[in-house]
Structures are given as C-alpha cells and as structure tokens.
C-alpha cells in the first residue's frame, strides 16, 4: 500500500506539496520516463535472457550511489557486499554466454 494512502483516504486530509519541490519531482518523473524508455528499447532490441539482468541491476546501482551521497546516514555492512559481489558475478556469468 502506498505511504500516502492512509493520508488521503482515512484522515481526508489534503497532500500539501511545497513548491520548491517541484523540479526536483519534474526531474524524477523525466528520468524515470527515459528509464523506461530506455528499457523497453534494449527488450526490443536485445536477448531477453541478457537484458533482463542488465536491467535488474537497479538494486547495484542505488547501493553505489547510496554509497556515494548518503555516507553518514546507511552503512554498507558486509552482507550488502557480498550481495553485491554475487549480483555482479551472476550478470557475468549470464552475460559471458
């Protein structure tokens, strides 16, 4: 269940959201439509057996940028690394075929 939905239907209070915000909101909704965009061309284009693990390295990528802007506030714990180095060498071994 949407966080948001409680909000709206059981306390009927209305969303507020602060206009500053905006861009920021925009610029995830134009990254997230060439991100889908971008995955449906290479499902079109590509093996399905190579794409879809290429395209399921989503959880790769936010550890690394998780790594990179939120140092101080989650720590990458050695079960997160070794999630990491078996997610990498999976999509190696699929993609090397």
Known sequence: MP????????????????RQSLPFYGGAAVFALIGQLCTFIALNGGQISVVAPLINTTSLLAIAFTALFLRGEEKITPMVLIGVVLLVAGIGFITAR
């Open 3 to 18: 966080a948001w939905l409680p909000a709206v239907f059981w306390k009927r209070q209305s969303i507020k959201i602060d």
